[in-house]
Each structure stands twice: as structure tokens, then as C-alpha cells.
């Protein structure tokens, strides 16, 4: 199994959009589901949206939802997050991981995460 890469972060301002990338093996990746979820300093892992391995179906943090679209391409290994009108309470580090739900124990292959920071 290899770790998920994240790519995509960086400065934006608010309203703002960025698309967060995530690239995995096969292994890893094939018939999973995946998520995303986010960190800000001194704070607990945060769910922010997940995809079943499909990609038929999608769930989301009451926090993003409607800003925020994730979306998976099987043939790439790849799940993405298109996050738009960004808030500065979005300014985290964002991971992607291996799982499913809204907890963070249930998931498991983490990446080492993308920087997101939204200016005010």
C-alpha cells in the first residue's frame, strides 16, 4: 500500500477557489472509499467531505456543503475537492485519506497533506 499525495494548496483570498488534488496506487485506491479531511492548528482532524469508491455517492461537512465538490477519477487513482467561496475558517491543512464516514479513526493510508490558507 502507498500513502495518498496530495497537491493543489496554497493562498487564496476569501472567495476565492482552489481544486485540492489526490493521487494514490491502484492498491490503495481501487474499491475504496476516500476523504478528505483538514486540520488547523492546535485542533482536532476535521471531516470535511468523503466519496464511496464509485463515486455515486458523496457526503460533506455542514460547514462546505454547497462551496465544496469532491469527486473521484478511478482511471487516475485520483479524488479531488473543488472548493469554492472560501472562508477563512477554511485556512487549514488538508488530507486525504483512505475510509469512510465523518470520523477520523475511520480512516486509515493518510497522506502528509496540502497547506490551504484563506486571507481575510
Known amino acids: 500500500q502507498v500513502q495518498p499525495v496530495e497537491s493543489g494548496g496554497g493562498l487564496v483570498q476569501a472567495g476565492g477557489s482552489l481544486r485540492l488534488s489526490c493521487t494514490s496506487s491502484g492498491r490503495t485506491f481501487s474499491g475504496y472509499g476516500m476523504g478528505w479531511l483538514r486540520q488547523a492548528p492546535g485542533k482536532e482532524h476535521e471531516f470535511v467531505a468523503g466519496i464511496n469508491w464509485s463515486g455515486g455517492i458523496t457526503y460533506y461537512a455542514e460547514s462546505v456543503k454547497g462551496r465544496f465538490t469532491i469527486s473521484r477519477d478511478n482511471t487516475k487513482n485520483t479524488v479531488y475537492l473543488q472548493m469554492n467561496s472560501l472562508k477563512p475558517e477554511d485556512t487549514a491543512l488538508y488530507r486525504c485519506?483512505?475510509?469512510?464516514?465523518?470520523?477520523?479513526?475511520?480512516?486509515?493510508?493518510w497522506g502528509q497533506g496540502t497547506q490551504v490558507t484563506v486571507s481575510s
Open positions: 485519506a483512505r475510509g469512510g464516514g465523518t470520523i477520523a479513526r475511520n480512516y486509515d493510508y
